[in-house]
């Protein structure tokens, strides 16, 4: 049974730093595509970042050279860095591994 859990989310002032982790149980996270996702109460859940299975990133618009995502294989873990957060980061961001999610960490950018 696949299992996924984040960590690391937390309240933040705008332009600091956090780092979220997902450890993925039941699979190993470098034979599937793993993204991060967020998602702002009663709005759609949106693509943040992805890394696929030969380390290629993805970045939507509004991270790019603000984020990263990586993949530990030995720990069976990816993580995404976030730097210079704003405001608008704000969100519940979720772990995905193709079909199967977290249950989320949340991350609140305020001062």
């Known amino acids: 049974q696949v299992h996924l859990v984040e960590s690391g989310g937390g309240v933040v002032q705008p332009g600091g730093s956090l780092r979220l982790s997902c450890v993925a149980d039941?699979?190993?996270?470098?034979?599937?595509?793993m993204s991060w996702f967020r998602q702002d109460p009663g709005k759609a859940r949106l693509l943040v970042a992805t890394?696929?299975?030969?380390?290629?990133?993805y970045y939507v618009d509004s991270v790019q050279d603000r984020f990263t995502i990586s993949r530990d294989n030995v720990k069976n873990a990816i993580y995404l860095r976030m730097n210079s957060l704003k405001p608008d980061d704000t969100a519940m961001y979720y772990c995905?591994?193709?079909?199967?999610w977290g249950q989320g960490t949340q991350v609140t950018v305020s001062s």
């Open positions: 890394i696929g299975t030969a380390g290629t990133t």
């Open positions: 039941g699979f190993a996270v470098g034979t599937y595509r």
């Open positions: 995905n591994a193709e079909e199967h």
